[in-house]
Structures are given as structure tokens and as C-alpha cells.
């Protein structure tokens, strides 16, 4: 059976080194995120990459892509820790505005400066697959 997305879907993402910890370990981290707008969606894969003629060059902008779609797509996190052990707050804007042709209220680029390159790229990834389809609705 073939199933449409659910708009604005909260979701959860659990870093594999955290997996294994018990659920009440104050360093065991959630992230949390949304499943983004068919609009998001195309705005991001467009960003994805270009082809220059004048060069015969392929560009693929992966950093910038999931840096953005940890911008518009996160919407929270818990236990998550800084280096000392201090709570790191999730902070948003406080305001609606444009972001890839949708408004939302996104995070702060101080809360994502707070993320690692890696982690980055991981949440970027896991925020845009989650409106792919299974490998089981590809078989079908």
C-alpha cells in the first residue's frame, strides 16, 4: 500500500553512540525534526548541485544543503550536552520568516553553531531521507 506523508511529521533521531544508553542517561541526546514541505523538499534538492558548461564542471553542495535543512527541519533536542556537561538550549528565532519558500520559525545559526560538522551532516541527511520512500514502498 502506497501512503502519503504526514505534513509536519515531529520525528526522533537517536546518534548511534547513543543508542546503547539507558533512556534515563542525562548525556543520551534526542533530536528532534520535522518531515519538511514538498516546497522545502524541491528547494533543497535544487541546491544540491550544478553542472557548469563553460568548465564541463560538476559542483555538489552537500554542507550547505544539510546545514540548511538542520535550519528549517530541527525542531529541538534534549540532554544534549557541551563538552563541560552543560545543557546546550535549542533555541529558535521567535519569528516566522522565508526559508526555502516556506514560513517557518527556524533555529539560530548561534544553536547550530553548536552542532558539529559531522553531527551536521548526519542530521541534514536523516531530516531530508525521512520523505523518501522505504526500500519496501520502492519494491512495490
Known amino acids: ?3 502519503g506523508l504526514i505534513p509536519n511529521e515531529e520525528l526522533s533521531f537517536i546518534f548511534r553512540e547513543d ?3 539507558d533512556q534515563d542517561d542525562p548525556t543520551r541526546s534526542v533530536f528532534s525534526y520535522r518531515t519538511l514541505a514538498s516546497k522545502e523538499r524541491t528547494k533543497l534538492t535544487d ?3 550544478s553542472y557548469d558548461t563553460t568548465d564541463d564542471k560538476v559542483s555538489v553542495n552537500m554542507g550547505s544543503v544539510n546545514w540548511l535543512a538542520c535550519k528549517v527541519g530541527l525542531t529541538g533536542w534534549e540532554k544534549f550536552v557541551d563538552a563541560n556537561g552543560e545543557q546546550i ?3 529558535k528565532e521567535g519569528v516566522k520568516r522565508n526559508h526555502l519558500g516556506v514560513e517557518i520559525d527556524a533555529v539560530t545559526d548561534a544553536t547550530l553553531d553548536r552542532l558539529t560538522d559531522d553531527q551536521i551532516e548526519v542530521l541534514g541527511s536523516v531530516i ?3 520523505q523518501r520512500l522505504s526500500p ?4 512495490n
Not at 519496501?136 to 519494491?139: A, I, Q, S
Open 1 to 3: 500500500m502506497v501512503v
Open 19 to 21: 543508542r546503547q544508553k
Open 47 to 49: 541546491r544540491q548541485g
Open 89 to 91: 538550549p535549542f533555541e
Open 128 to 130: 531530508r531521507k525521512a
Open 136 to 139: 519496501t514502498d520502492v519494491k
